[in-house]
């Protein structure tokens, strides 16, 4: 927590600007009987927050507590967004990614995707309001959820350095291409539209969104190029090309091609499990329901309820199955609350989830890392707190990987690379709490193990458990750290054969190395001792050579 403690913010046009809490209570007048306020003064200072108010002031909850992270995050959000509309839309998605360098503190990001577009009259919403997005009330596998992406990027790059968000964007080629700049107010959470045109563009559908905002470009672990090397990774449809800050340095433009044509297939929106729901949100349902009677309710909006489980359900909870949802009583939900978790239901349906799969992972992982072994396993579905999902794995082992260093971890939830909080995420957990060293290799307790691998582990779901609103980590839920640590038992499994057979093979060649080395001194001393001609020397050479020659080819 940085910023709360020592600091109060003042947001103007330009940026927040730190107050030392000392400085603001520096002129204290000697004491006074202190005039408690009065609960009708304390009401004069009583009013709703807007959410952007509180997300200006706690902008480390969404990624942007430093310059270095903010600009991954703008990054982040946009490429999120670009991928999951292409999707959507069933088209190969097409990213480019430009960061241009104003100063060493201040960037200019721009995102450009050939996705469906987005209606004029939607684009002041999505990009100047927060909490606004077509994702958060739906069970359906995608990057984004909350709908706080790309405008609280809009917002952080508004406060840094007081310039509006631009939004380029087309959804036919017969129609005409829209560019709107604007702010977001962030007392009222409502956007101010500065610029709004018709203008050309070469595409005929897609959308450009260019922020700019206060950065700093780094290298490492935690980079944009980091990010983008990922990114390619987990999404071998799409093709990424970046334009890095300072083309001289850093080379004009990277093309990370795709290693599929296939779009991954499209995801399932799915109702809620029963098992999941909490009692507050169950009551909640039964207020907002469509549906006449408990029955149909059980039935309509959740998943996997029979009318037979809806009658055990209800039999079971002691309520009439006719009763009317909106009458219910709070000790009858909680009852039927109680049911629901003692009434056997099928588990979620499992085809809502969309696996990058192992083969791609591979074929992904060979084109990016230069090894000796590859491998990777793509687990069945399962169900944590009654949403499902799905685990991936994928290893390279050997080759240019240094031997000596902590093996690198690559993490991924719903395809975005999470490069954050390492320490308190659900995979490292998984990766640390598996036993390495029965894969032969060197593995230091309670850490990750160290020797010549990569790891790639991918948890794909309806809905993610991230610990925090900037989703840099899985939270650590049993259910999922233990496919987790499945899928990389398997992998581990068939790398430890390859290790295993490597070593064998290395063994065996040194013992071959002797052994030729002495069949001629073992012929000079036979022809020594028995007298042999040249002729038979020469032969027994041959004969030697030849039947270790045959032991190779078996
Ligand atoms: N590049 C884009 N193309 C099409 N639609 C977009 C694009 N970017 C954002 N959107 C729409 O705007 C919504 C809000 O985006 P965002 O604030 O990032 O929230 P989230 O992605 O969590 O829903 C998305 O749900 C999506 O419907
Ligand atoms: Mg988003």
Redesign the pocket.
């Known amino acids: 927590m940085p910023d709360q403690e020592e600091f109060a913010f003042k947001a103007g046009p330009e940026g927040a600007q730190p107050v030392p809490r000392k400085a603001r209570s520096a002129a204290k007048s000697p004491p006074e009987p202190r005039v408690r306020p009065t609960a009708t003064d304390l009401a004069k200072g009583q009013r709703d927050i807007s959410v952007s108010e509180f997300f200006a002031k706690n902008r480390h909850l969404l990624g942007f507590d430093n310059p270095s992270k903010a600009l991954l995050t703008t990054v982040k959000?946009?490429v999120?967004?670009?991928l999951?509309?292409c999707e959507e839309a069933g088209i190969l998605p097409d990213v480019r990614v430009e960061i241009r360098e104003i100063s060493e503190t201040r960037f200019q990001v721009a995102?450009e995707?050939n996705?469906?577009?987005?209606v004029r009259a939607?684009v002041p919403k999505?990009?100047g309001s927060?909490l606004?997005?077509?994702?958060?009330h739906r069970l359906r596998q995608?990057?984004?959820?909350?709908?706080?992406?790309?405008?609280?990027a809009g917002m952080y790059g508004l406060l840094t350095t007081g310039k509006p968000i631009s939004i380029r964007?087309r959804t036919q080629a017969k129609k005409p291409a829209h560019h709107l700049e604007l702010v977001i107010d962030t007392k009222r959470n409502e956007p101010r539209v500065k610029l709004d045109e018709t203008c050309e563009w070469e595409k005929p559908h897609?959308?450009r969104?260019e922020i700019e905002l206060e950065g700093a470009y780094r290298g490492g672990q935690h980079s944009v190029d980091a990010y983008i090397r990922q990114i390619s990774l987990a999404n071998p449809h799409a093709q990424i090309t970046y334009v890095p800050p300072r083309a001289e340095e850093h080379g004009a433009e990277h093309v990370f091609p795709r290693v599929t044509n296939e779009v991954p297939p499209e995801t399932r929106e799915i109702k809620p499990h029963p098992y999941g729901v909490e009692l507050g949100v169950l009551m909640q349902m039964f207020r907002d329901t469509k549906a006449r009677n408990v029955s149909s309710c059980l039935q309509n909006d959740f998943s996997r309820i029979s009318s037979r489980t809806a009658a055990e359900i209800c039999k079971r909870a002691k309520v009439a199955t006719t009763r009317r949802p909106s009458e219910i009583e709070r000790e009858e939900a909680e009852r039927l609350h109680q049911a629901i978790q003692a009434t056997k239901i099928m588990a979620p349906p499992l085809d809502c989830i969309a696996p990058i799969g192992g083969e791609l992972i591979e074929r992904a992982l060979r084109a990016e890392v230069k090894a000796d072994f590859y491998t990777s396993i793509s687990r069945r579905a399962s169900v944590y707190r009654g949403n499902p999902f799905l685990i991936e794995v994928g290893i390279a082992y050997g080759g240019s990987l240094p031997s000596e260093e902590p093996v690198t971890v690559y993490r991924f939830a719903n395809r975005v690379p999470l490069q954050y909080q390492q320490g308190g995420c659900a995979i490292t957990k998984a990766v640390a709490s598996t036993d390495w060293k029965a894969y032969e290799l060197q593995h230091p307790k309670g850490a990750v193990p160290v020797g010549p691998m990569l790891i790639m582990v991918h948890m794909a779901s309806v809905w993610v458990p991230f610990t925090s609103e900037s989703k840099e980590a899985v939270a650590h839920y049993p259910e999922i750290i233990k496919e987790m640590r499945l899928a990389l038992q398997e992998c581990g499994r068939l790398m430890a054969i390859y290790i295993r057979r490597c070593k064998r093979e290395a063994d065996e060649a040194k013992k071959r190395a002797y052994i030729e080395k002495y069949i001629p001194q073992v012929a000079i001393g036979l022809q020594q001792i028995l007298g042999f001609s040249d002729r038979d020397r020469d032969q027994v050479v041959s004969n030697l050579t030849q039947v270790l020659e045959r032991s190779r080819s078996n």
Not at 115 to 118: A, R, V
Not at 143 to 151: N, Y
């Open positions: 959000e946009g999120d967004n670009a999951d509309a995102i995707d996705g469906p577009g987005i939607q999505i990009f927060l606004y997005g077509s994702k958060f995608s990057r984004g959820q909350q709908g706080i992406g790309i405008s609280a964007t897609g959308t969104v």
